[in-house]
Nanobody
Framework: VQLVESGGGLVQAGGSLRLSCAAS????????IGWFRQAPGKGRGFVACVNWSGGITYDSNSVKGRFTISRDNAKNTVYLQMNSLKPEDTAVYYC????????????????WGQGTQVTVSS
């Protein structure tokens, strides 16, 4: 499967962005799709995941209440709506796919997109 992220950009603190992860290849509805992010000088960290049945998990420490993940199987796309953005949300955001079930560790995912840059200015 191939994953392509889009929707990143430069936004002021308090603003919003919606990231998209478009998938091609095998049956999209059988995938769990996760979002990860990597800030400069840091490792890649879990943001959110939506599994094949629509179950959703967030990294509660950093994004819960501000970010919303959703999927549209008819469009083979997963979205990450990001509201109330903060400078510390600045990172490259990646989507990743694995079979069926939710996972938080990046080594549990089989397929990755190329990433999209999100920059939040103060």
């Amino acid at each position: 499967v191939q994953l392509v992220e889009s929707g990143g950009g430069l936004v002021q603190a308090g603003g919003s962005l919606r990231l998209s992860c478009a998938a091609s290849g095998r049956t999209f509805s059988t995938y769990a799709i996760g979002w990860f992010r990597q800030a400069p000088g840091k490792g890649r960290g879990f943001v959110a995941c939506v599994n094949w049945s629509g179950g959703i998990t967030y990294d509660s420490n950093s994004v819960k209440g501000r970010f919303t993940i959703s999927r549209d199987n008819a469009k083979n796309t997963v979205y990450l709506q990001m509201n109330s953005l903060k400078p510390e949300d600045t990172a490259v955001y990646y989507c990743a796919a694995r079979d069926y079930y939710t996972a938080r560790r990046e080594d549990e995912y089989d397929y990755w997109g190329q990433g999209t840059q999100v920059t939040v200015s103060s």
